[in-house]
């Protein structure tokens, strides 16, 4: 299973990026989908996510700014209102279940996002 992540770039606040991943390789089912960030000197940590079946779940951070959906094995993480604290590497994961039923969580290689005037 691959993850593809893109769309990432420079941005001034305030601006939008959207950013896509896609999802390969031996799925059965993708469970899980979501984006977590990096920023420099900081922990991962989550941006957004949503699993099968129910509601999305955000950072309190980037609540009603961002908006995660899913199309099939395609991911997308609409961001609006940016701010200089959404400066990061941001990364793509899936929890994919494949035709054994066996259950992995996947990253994309991460893209940048930088948010600067």
């Known amino acids: 299973v691959q993850l593809q992540a893109s769309g990432g770039g420079l941005v001034q606040p305030g601006g939008s990026l959207r950013l896509s991943c896609v999802v390969s390789g031996s799925i059965f089912s993708i469970d899980r989908v979501g984006w977590y960030r990096q920023a420099p000197e900081k922990q991962r940590e989550l941006v957004a996510a949503?699993?099968?079946?129910?509601s999305p779940v955000y950072a309190d951070s980037v609540n009603g700014r961002f908006a995660i959906s899913r199309d099939n094995a395609k991911v997308y993480l609409q961001m609006n209102g940016l701010k200089p604290e959404d400066t990061a590497v941001y990364y793509c994961?899936?929890?994919?279940?494949?035709?054994?039923?066996?259950?992995?969580?996947?990253w994309g290689q991460g893209t940048q996002v930088t948010v600067s005037s």
């Open positions: 949503v699993t099968r079946g129910n």
């Open positions: 994961n899936a929890r994919v279940a494949d035709y054994a039923l066996d259950t992995n969580d996947y």
